[in-house]
Protein backbone atom coordinates (compact mmCIF):
# COMPACT_ATOMS: atom_id res chain seq x y z
CA UNK A 1 0.00 0.00 0.00
CA UNK A 2 0.99 3.41 -0.90
CA UNK A 3 1.14 6.32 1.36
CA UNK A 4 1.06 8.93 -1.39
CA UNK A 5 -2.35 7.43 -2.28
CA UNK A 6 -3.25 7.19 0.95
CA UNK A 7 -2.50 10.69 1.55
CA UNK A 8 -4.91 11.31 -1.88
CA UNK A 9 -7.58 9.39 -0.46
CA UNK A 10 -8.02 11.66 2.96
CA UNK A 11 -7.78 14.21 0.95
CA UNK A 12 -10.81 13.43 -0.97
CA UNK A 13 -12.70 11.90 1.35
CA UNK A 14 -12.57 15.32 2.91
CA UNK A 15 -13.45 17.47 0.11
CA UNK A 16 -16.18 15.31 -1.03
CA UNK A 17 -14.88 15.69 -4.55
CA UNK A 18 -12.17 14.40 -6.67
CA UNK A 19 -11.51 17.80 -8.16
CA UNK A 20 -11.31 19.64 -5.28
CA UNK A 21 -9.06 17.02 -3.84
CA UNK A 22 -7.13 17.84 -7.02
CA UNK A 23 -7.01 21.58 -6.76
CA UNK A 24 -6.11 21.16 -3.32
CA UNK A 25 -3.37 18.60 -4.06
CA UNK A 26 -2.19 20.29 -7.31
CA UNK A 27 -2.64 17.23 -9.08
CA UNK A 28 -4.61 17.09 -12.05
CA UNK A 29 -8.04 14.86 -11.66
CA UNK A 30 -6.76 11.79 -13.41
CA UNK A 31 -4.36 11.43 -11.13
CA UNK A 32 -6.51 11.97 -8.24
CA UNK A 33 -9.01 9.16 -9.50
CA UNK A 34 -5.84 6.45 -10.60
CA UNK A 35 -4.21 6.69 -7.19
CA UNK A 36 -8.11 6.20 -5.20
CA UNK A 37 -8.65 2.98 -7.55
CA UNK A 38 -4.71 1.85 -7.19
CA UNK A 39 -5.68 2.37 -3.04
CA UNK A 40 -9.01 0.03 -3.82
CA UNK A 41 -6.84 -2.57 -5.55
CA UNK A 42 -4.78 -2.25 -3.15
CA UNK A 43 -6.76 -2.81 -0.42
CA UNK A 44 -9.17 -5.32 -2.08
CA UNK A 45 -12.21 -2.83 -1.29
CA UNK A 46 -14.27 -0.60 -2.46
CA UNK A 47 -13.71 3.07 -0.18
CA UNK A 48 -15.42 5.59 -2.11
CA UNK A 49 -18.92 6.19 -4.22
CA UNK A 50 -19.09 8.04 -6.75
CA UNK A 51 -21.74 10.32 -8.20
CA UNK A 52 -22.05 13.40 -9.99
CA UNK A 53 -22.30 15.36 -7.02
CA UNK A 54 -19.19 13.93 -5.85
CA UNK A 55 -17.79 11.67 -3.02
CA UNK A 56 -18.85 9.66 -0.09
CA UNK A 57 -17.08 6.59 1.84
CA UNK A 58 -18.34 3.14 2.23
CA UNK A 59 -18.59 1.52 5.44
CA UNK A 60 -15.70 -0.11 3.93
CA UNK A 61 -14.44 3.55 3.85
CA UNK A 62 -15.27 4.62 6.77
CA UNK A 63 -13.47 2.25 8.50
CA UNK A 64 -9.82 2.91 6.55
CA UNK A 65 -10.29 6.93 7.27
CA UNK A 66 -9.67 6.21 10.82
CA UNK A 67 -6.49 4.12 10.06
CA UNK A 68 -5.77 6.29 7.34
CA UNK A 69 -5.43 9.44 9.75
CA UNK A 70 -3.75 7.62 12.70
CA UNK A 71 -1.31 6.76 9.73
CA UNK A 72 -1.46 10.85 8.64
CA UNK A 73 -0.80 11.46 12.17
CA UNK A 74 1.94 8.99 12.67
CA UNK A 75 3.66 10.06 9.88
CA UNK A 76 3.43 14.19 11.02
CA UNK A 77 5.08 12.89 14.36
CA UNK A 78 7.54 11.12 13.05
CA UNK A 79 8.49 14.09 10.92
CA UNK A 80 9.04 16.57 13.77
CA UNK A 81 10.62 14.07 16.26
CA UNK A 82 13.25 12.23 14.04
CA UNK A 83 13.63 14.61 11.24
CA UNK A 84 13.68 17.75 13.76
CA UNK A 85 11.61 20.32 11.19
CA UNK A 86 8.20 21.36 12.80
CA UNK A 87 5.27 20.01 10.10
CA UNK A 88 3.59 22.90 8.14
CA UNK A 89 -0.04 23.95 9.04
CA UNK A 90 -1.84 23.57 6.28
CA UNK A 91 -5.32 21.51 5.26
CA UNK A 92 -8.65 22.60 6.42
CA UNK A 93 -10.28 22.19 10.14
CA UNK A 94 -14.15 21.99 10.49
CA UNK A 95 -15.22 23.49 13.96
CA UNK A 96 -18.79 22.74 14.88
CA UNK A 97 -20.38 25.39 17.95
CA UNK A 98 -23.38 25.81 19.21
CA UNK A 99 -24.75 29.46 17.75
CA UNK A 100 -24.01 31.45 20.96
CA UNK A 101 -20.61 30.81 21.18
CA UNK A 102 -19.31 29.89 17.77
CA UNK A 103 -20.99 33.21 16.14
CA UNK A 104 -20.56 35.71 18.88
CA UNK A 105 -17.11 34.22 20.86
CA UNK A 106 -15.55 32.50 18.30
CA UNK A 107 -16.24 33.92 14.10
CA UNK A 108 -14.52 37.66 15.43
CA UNK A 109 -11.18 35.90 16.41
CA UNK A 110 -11.04 33.35 13.98
CA UNK A 111 -9.01 35.92 11.66
CA UNK A 112 -6.07 35.24 14.25
CA UNK A 113 -5.50 32.14 13.48
CA UNK A 114 -5.95 32.51 9.58
CA UNK A 115 -3.75 35.34 9.68
CA UNK A 116 -0.81 33.15 11.54
CA UNK A 117 -1.25 30.15 8.60
CA UNK A 118 -2.17 31.47 5.62
CA UNK A 119 -1.92 27.47 4.74
CA UNK A 120 -4.78 26.91 6.73
CA UNK A 121 -8.69 26.81 6.11
CA UNK A 122 -10.73 27.53 9.30
CA UNK A 123 -14.75 26.32 8.71
CA UNK A 124 -17.11 27.16 11.06
CA UNK A 125 -20.16 25.49 11.38
CA UNK A 126 -23.57 25.17 13.40
CA UNK A 127 -23.37 22.47 15.62
CA UNK A 128 -26.85 20.58 15.05
CA UNK A 129 -28.88 17.86 16.93
CA UNK A 130 -27.76 15.01 15.12
CA UNK A 131 -24.27 15.93 14.88
CA UNK A 132 -21.64 13.35 14.82
CA UNK A 133 -17.58 13.56 15.03
CA UNK A 134 -17.54 9.41 14.40
CA UNK A 135 -19.07 10.35 10.74
CA UNK A 136 -16.41 13.05 10.10
CA UNK A 137 -19.00 16.09 10.26
CA UNK A 138 -16.53 18.21 11.77
CA UNK A 139 -12.78 18.02 13.21
CA UNK A 140 -13.84 19.96 16.40
CA UNK A 141 -16.75 20.30 17.96
CA UNK A 142 -17.50 22.56 20.79
CA UNK A 143 -19.96 20.89 22.88
CA UNK A 144 -22.33 21.99 26.03
CA UNK A 145 -21.64 19.56 28.37
CA UNK A 146 -19.09 16.48 28.03
CA UNK A 147 -20.30 13.28 26.06
CA UNK A 148 -20.43 10.45 28.30
CA UNK A 149 -19.85 7.76 24.98
CA UNK A 150 -17.54 7.57 21.84
CA UNK A 151 -14.16 7.51 20.84
CA UNK A 152 -13.99 11.17 21.58
CA UNK A 153 -10.61 13.63 23.42
CA UNK A 154 -12.38 15.93 25.86
CA UNK A 155 -11.28 19.26 26.87
CA UNK A 156 -13.40 21.44 29.69
CA UNK A 157 -13.33 25.09 27.60
CA UNK A 158 -14.94 27.25 30.55
CA UNK A 159 -18.16 27.26 32.65
CA UNK A 160 -20.80 29.70 31.46
CA UNK A 161 -23.63 31.27 33.08
CA UNK A 162 -27.48 32.21 31.85
CA UNK A 163 -29.88 34.25 33.36
CA UNK A 164 -33.08 35.87 32.31
CA UNK A 165 -32.67 39.06 30.56
CA UNK A 166 -35.57 42.45 29.48
CA UNK A 167 -35.21 45.63 27.84
CA UNK A 168 -35.67 48.40 29.94
CA UNK A 169 -38.88 49.94 27.65
CA UNK A 170 -40.28 46.40 28.39
CA UNK A 171 -39.81 46.23 31.78
CA UNK A 172 -41.40 49.68 32.00
CA UNK A 173 -44.51 48.89 29.90
CA UNK A 174 -44.92 45.41 31.90
CA UNK A 175 -43.64 46.05 35.08
CA UNK A 176 -40.25 43.84 37.09
CA UNK A 177 -40.54 40.19 37.89
CA UNK A 178 -39.68 39.52 41.43
CA UNK A 179 -39.95 36.25 42.01
CA UNK A 180 -40.33 33.25 39.37
CA UNK A 181 -43.60 33.19 39.90
CA UNK A 182 -44.08 36.33 38.34
CA UNK A 183 -43.36 35.54 35.22
CA UNK A 184 -46.39 34.06 34.30
CA UNK A 185 -47.98 37.51 33.75
CA UNK A 186 -45.31 38.29 31.15
CA UNK A 187 -44.61 37.35 27.47
CA UNK A 188 -41.66 34.91 27.80
CA UNK A 189 -39.06 34.08 25.13
CA UNK A 190 -37.29 30.50 24.47
CA UNK A 191 -36.24 27.79 22.79
CA UNK A 192 -38.48 25.35 20.40
CA UNK A 193 -38.84 22.88 22.31
CA UNK A 194 -38.32 19.92 19.96
CA UNK A 195 -35.22 21.48 18.50
CA UNK A 196 -32.96 22.11 21.48
CA UNK A 197 -29.48 21.11 20.73
CA UNK A 198 -29.20 18.94 23.88
CA UNK A 199 -31.45 17.93 26.93
CA UNK A 200 -28.87 20.22 29.14
CA UNK A 201 -30.13 23.76 27.23
CA UNK A 202 -34.01 22.51 28.58
CA UNK A 203 -33.40 24.81 31.55
CA UNK A 204 -36.37 27.10 32.05
CA UNK A 205 -37.58 24.31 34.34
CA UNK A 206 -34.87 25.29 36.59
CA UNK A 207 -36.83 28.88 36.76
CA UNK A 208 -39.80 27.93 36.91
CA UNK A 209 -42.32 24.78 35.91
CA UNK A 210 -44.52 26.59 34.57
CA UNK A 211 -42.97 28.38 32.03
CA UNK A 212 -44.76 29.07 28.75
CA UNK A 213 -42.87 30.88 26.08
CA UNK A 214 -45.13 33.15 23.73
CA UNK A 215 -42.22 33.34 21.35
CA UNK A 216 -40.11 30.57 21.05
CA UNK A 217 -36.67 29.98 17.99
CA UNK A 218 -34.66 27.60 17.29
CA UNK A 219 -31.52 29.45 17.69
CA UNK A 220 -29.82 31.36 21.04
CA UNK A 221 -28.98 34.22 19.02
CA UNK A 222 -32.19 34.90 17.77
CA UNK A 223 -33.61 34.74 21.24
CA UNK A 224 -31.39 37.68 22.46
CA UNK A 225 -32.84 39.62 19.42
CA UNK A 226 -36.53 38.81 20.38
CA UNK A 227 -35.41 40.03 23.77
CA UNK A 228 -33.65 43.24 22.51
CA UNK A 229 -36.17 44.41 20.47
CA UNK A 230 -38.35 44.33 23.31
CA UNK A 231 -40.31 40.85 22.55
CA UNK A 232 -40.29 39.66 26.22
CA UNK A 233 -38.09 37.90 28.96
CA UNK A 234 -35.82 35.26 27.65
CA UNK A 235 -32.90 33.32 29.16
CA UNK A 236 -29.79 34.09 27.45
CA UNK A 237 -26.02 33.86 28.04
CA UNK A 238 -24.49 36.03 29.89
CA UNK A 239 -21.23 36.17 28.16
CA UNK A 240 -23.41 37.59 25.10
CA UNK A 241 -26.33 39.57 26.92
CA UNK A 242 -23.69 41.84 29.20
CA UNK A 243 -22.40 43.37 25.91
CA UNK A 244 -25.57 45.34 25.42
CA UNK A 245 -26.71 47.97 27.99
CA UNK A 246 -30.23 47.59 26.98
CA UNK A 247 -30.30 44.42 28.08
CA UNK A 248 -30.94 44.15 32.28
CA UNK A 249 -30.14 41.28 34.02
CA UNK A 250 -33.43 39.63 36.59
CA UNK A 251 -33.85 37.51 39.39
CA UNK A 252 -30.03 36.89 40.02
CA UNK A 253 -30.55 34.09 42.34
CA UNK A 254 -31.90 31.93 39.35
CA UNK A 255 -28.77 32.11 37.52
CA UNK A 256 -28.38 29.10 35.39
CA UNK A 257 -24.33 27.85 34.97
CA UNK A 258 -23.84 25.29 32.14
CA UNK A 259 -20.19 24.39 30.42
CA UNK A 260 -18.22 24.27 27.26
CA UNK A 261 -16.28 21.43 26.13
CA UNK A 262 -13.98 20.44 23.62
CA UNK A 263 -14.21 17.57 21.71
CA UNK A 264 -11.69 15.79 18.64
CA UNK A 265 -12.06 12.22 17.51
CA UNK A 266 -9.20 9.92 19.27
CA UNK A 267 -7.83 9.54 15.49
CA UNK A 268 -7.05 12.54 14.55
CA UNK A 269 -6.18 14.23 17.75
CA UNK A 270 -2.38 14.46 16.89
CA UNK A 271 -2.29 15.89 13.19
CA UNK A 272 -0.70 19.22 13.90
CA UNK A 273 -3.51 21.40 12.68
CA UNK A 274 -5.92 20.05 14.64
CA UNK A 275 -3.56 20.63 17.67
CA UNK A 276 -3.00 24.45 16.75
CA UNK A 277 -6.64 25.19 16.18
CA UNK A 278 -7.48 23.35 19.28
CA UNK A 279 -4.89 25.15 21.06
CA UNK A 280 -5.85 28.14 19.55
CA UNK A 281 -9.53 27.98 20.75
CA UNK A 282 -8.90 27.04 24.81
CA UNK A 283 -6.24 29.88 25.08
CA UNK A 284 -8.75 32.52 23.27
CA UNK A 285 -10.95 31.14 26.31
CA UNK A 286 -8.76 31.02 28.68
CA UNK A 287 -8.04 34.69 27.67
CA UNK A 288 -11.06 35.78 27.97
CA UNK A 289 -13.03 33.57 30.56
CA UNK A 290 -14.01 37.05 32.26
CA UNK A 291 -16.36 37.27 29.80
CA UNK A 292 -18.27 34.00 30.68
Not at 3 to 29: E, P
Request: charged share 25%.
Amino acid sequence: MNWDDTRVFLSVARNGQILAAAQRLGLNHATVARRVSALEEALKAKLLERSTTGCTLTAEGERFFEYAEAMEAQMQEAQTTIGGTDVEVAGTVRIAAPDGFGVNFLAPRLRYLSQKYPELTLQLVPLHRSFSLSKREADIAINVGRPSHGRLVTRKLVDYSLQLYATEAYLTQHGMPLAPGDLKDHRLIGYVEDMILTSSLNYTGEITKDWRSTLEFASALAQTEAVRAGGGIGVLHAFIANQDPSLKPLLPDYRIERSYWLLTHESIRNLRRIKVVSDFIVAEVQEHRALF
